[in-house]
């Protein structure tokens, strides 16, 4: 029998109260999933069941704090499953994940404990309850309903079926994109590398010798690989090559799993009483319906267009003049933008890459949360993660604190999915007797020969920040209950932090103290910084194409009464209608799209980023007006209502209680360069 109290899974034993990593085995998780699904359900059991009267101590917040030893479990694998998956932990997350499934539903729809939360939902008036408890207790109240504890039985049995199988499909669906990254590499001779720069060649001969092709060089689907090879080699075969391997990720294993989670999805929102899926899952944003994402996204969608028809215009022209005679193609687009902007604005961003070394980058990101925030981070070398690449730190206050635990996983492997993220361990509260965050960063950036410094693009390094921005919303944390901690936000709130973070990168402030060549140590030239700061705006036809043309058929998809019964021919109709340009293609398309069906996440959501850019150009520009980026007072009034609330308040509240006022969509535009 499992002994959770002994468990290295639940019973964390490491230096900072991590897990002791190096003691923990893939075949442990099983049976501590078993054990520990059985002792959550038996704590629910004991609250829904118990004799007193429902109270804010015997049913709120015991429920709040229910299930820490699956907490445990759970963080630990899920942190596993995506940054460094083997075999047995892909069979075992297709197993898990709908357990997991199965479990919730069963929580919320237990009668006996909704009764309980609803009795206290019903008198929350008379209760004098502080706001942030009368959140909770509304939250807690809506996602019960929204789960489906006022359905009938049997309309509560096929609820938990539809999320049972759906887990499972999310699960197979992220391994079903993992493998085709790791699967697909084209190997190459240093004649083939005509273009490509010498800290790319150094990646890629580094990505070789993984894949057992030492001496040679591997061009993978590693975006910290592919985009960089793209926008320099010559070899107009192979980019296209790469292209189409690229966009064709998932292609052949996932259409079924599109098509049965879509009308699974449909399925679910009829049984909550809504028209539509978006709907559903909208009812809790700040958006609130379809028509107001579509409100935002078709304008921008109508100028990023027309700036993409200009910028291509240009670009085939300098393709003609190379003395290029086929038509202007989609893998051609990242080439002839690098000469593009070199020629508008005499910059190359490959310039830029000496000056980026990732462990500057990382000093450089902590160096703003200290000036803001004043935080402080301290390496810990003796301490071990998951990997030996995993670097742990600990995060003091001003006064030398402990704040929390910040651990990086920057390089790219094939055991880890692909894109960055950040998630947690343990989040920070202070109901009962507390917890302090423990916060990661997961990122995939190339990693260089050992030796060698690793060599971010511009792009990379924003990815860097933005994750950090993400952390930040976790560590800054200062709420009293677990279920609002950090990130716990409408996903359309979510990316306030993390997309104003990245604003920091790129002032001369921070360029100028840690933008240093990896080389001789020399600042970053002002000329350069002079062209990197004229061009920032360019491309962003190309980039908001992109990203625009994802959210919509997100939103196409999750906003029909009746699933498609062939999702790659809507997902064509789709940018059809849209008058999609044939030179570029979604930034997700349906078969990879890990936002919106590896899991429930960001489906209907994926706009959520142009949403929150809204508030982050605004936001930022707090700072600007003031003179000063670092200005004391507005850093303070953007922890205190910003990072460190969690989800205590309405998010527009929030704001407001920030800025002053809610902003309009002419500062994202302006920030894009599209106004």
């Known amino acids: 029998m499992t002994d959770l109290a002994r468990s290295p899974l639940t019973h964390w034993t490491g230096p900072l109260g991590l897990p002791d990593f190096g003691a923990i085995k893939d075949a442990d998780f099983g049976p501590v999933f078993e054990a520990a699904i059985k002792a959550h359900a038996a ?24 299930g820490e ?36 539903s069963a929580i919320s729809m237990n009668a006996a404990l909704f009764a309980r939360i609803d009795a206290l939902y019903q008198k929350r008036e008379s209760l004098g309850l502080d706001s942030e408890t009368l959140r909770v207790l509304e939250k807690s109240w809506k996602g019960f309903v929204k789960s489906g504890a006022k359905l009938n039985e049997a309309d509560k049995a096929r609820l938990a079926a539809i999320n049972e199988e759906a887990a499972g499909l999310g699960a197979q669906f992220s391994q079903n994109v993992l493998a085709d990254e790791a699967e697909w590499a084209l190997i190459l001779d240093e004649a083939d590398l005509d273009g490509v720069p010498e800290a790319l060649r150094e990646a890629m001969a580094e990505a070789a010798e993984a894949r057992g092709a030492q001496g040679r060089y591997a061009l993978t689907l590693s975006r910290s690989i592919y985009e960089p090879f793209s926008q320099s080699s010559t070899r107009r075969d192979l980019r296209e090559k790469a292209w189409r391997g690229f966009i064709a990720r998932g292609e052949a294993r996932n259409a079924e799993i599109v098509k049965r989670t879509l009308a699974l999805r449909a399925e679910k929102a009829k049984l909550l009483g809504y028209p539509t899926y978006a709907a559903y899952k909208l009812d809790d944003t700040m958006a609130k319906t379809p028509q107001a994402v579509l409100d935002l996204l078709n304008p921008v969608w109508e100028k990023a267009r027309a700036r993409a028809a200009e910028d291509q215009a240009d670009m085939e022209r300098l393709a003609r003049e190379a003395g290029a005679n086929d038509p202007f193609a989609a893998w051609d687009w990242r080439f002839y933008e690098e000469k593009l902007r070199a020629e508008r604005y005499a910059f190359d961003e490959a310039e830029l890459k000496p000056y980026l070394q990732l462990d500057r980058m990382i000093a450089a990101a902590f160096d703003v949360a200290g000036k ?99 952390a930040l919303h976790g560590m800054l944390t200062e709420v009293r209950w677990p279920s609002i901690a950090g990130t716990s936000v409408p996903r359309d709130f979510v ?26 140590g020399a600042p970053l030239p002002e000329d350069l910084l002079k062209k990197m700061l004229a061009a920032r705006n360019f491309g962003q036809g190309f980039a908001t194409v992109e990203f625009a043309a994802s959210a919509l058929v997100d939103m196409a998809y999750h906003a029909e009464e009746e699933a498609p019964e062939d999702p790659a021919a809507f997902e064509a109709a789709t940018l ?16 990879h ?83």
């Open 372 to 470: 803001l925030f004043g935080l402080r981070f301290e390496e810990r070398k003796d301490v071990q993660g998951w990997t030996p690449d995993v670097k742990v730190y600990e995060v003091t206050n001003a006064d030398g604190s402990h704040r929390a635990v910040f651990l990086g996983d920057y390089f790219n492997r094939p055991s880890k999915r692909s894109g960055a993220w950040m998630s947690s361990l343990q989040s920070g509260y202070s109901l009962g007797a507390g917890s302090t965050p423990i916060i990661y960063n997961v990122c995939n950036f190339a990693k260089p020969p050992a030796g060698k410094p690793a060599l971010l693009s511009i792009d990379d390094a924003r990815t860097l920040f933005h994750e950090f921005g993400h």
């Open 43 to 66: 704590e629910i059991e004991a609250i829904a069941q118990n004799p007193e009267p429902p109270s804010l101590d015997n049913t709120l917040a015991a429920l709040d704090l229910s």
């Open 576 to 591: 059809k209608r849209l008058d999609m340009p044939e030179t570029i293609a979604m930034r997700h398309r349906t078969p």
């Open 69 to 104: 030893a699956l907490d445990r479990v759970s963080s630990v694998f899920w942190l596993k499953a995506g940054a460094d998956a083997t075999p047995e932990i892909q069979a075992l997350e297709r197993e898990i994940s709908p357990k997991m499934a199965r479990h919730g």
């Open 495 to 520: 990316e306030l932090p993390s997309q104003l973070y990245e604003h920091w990168l790129t002032t001369p402030e921070v360029l100028k103290a840690h933008a240093l060549r990896h080389d001789t």
């Open 593 to 675: 799209f890990l936002h919106v069906f590896s899991g429930e996440g960001y489906s209907s959501g994926y706009y959520s980023y142009m949403w929150s850019e809204v508030l982050d150009a605004d936001a930022f520009e707090a700072f600007s007006e003031t003179g000063d980026v670092f200005n004391p007072a507005v850093a303070k009034k953007l922890r205190d209502n910003i990072y460190a609330a969690g989800g205590s308040k309405d998010p527009e509240a929030l704001y407001t209680a920030f800025r002053g006022r809610m902003p309009a969509p002419e500062a994202m535009m302006k920030k894009r360069g599209l106004a």
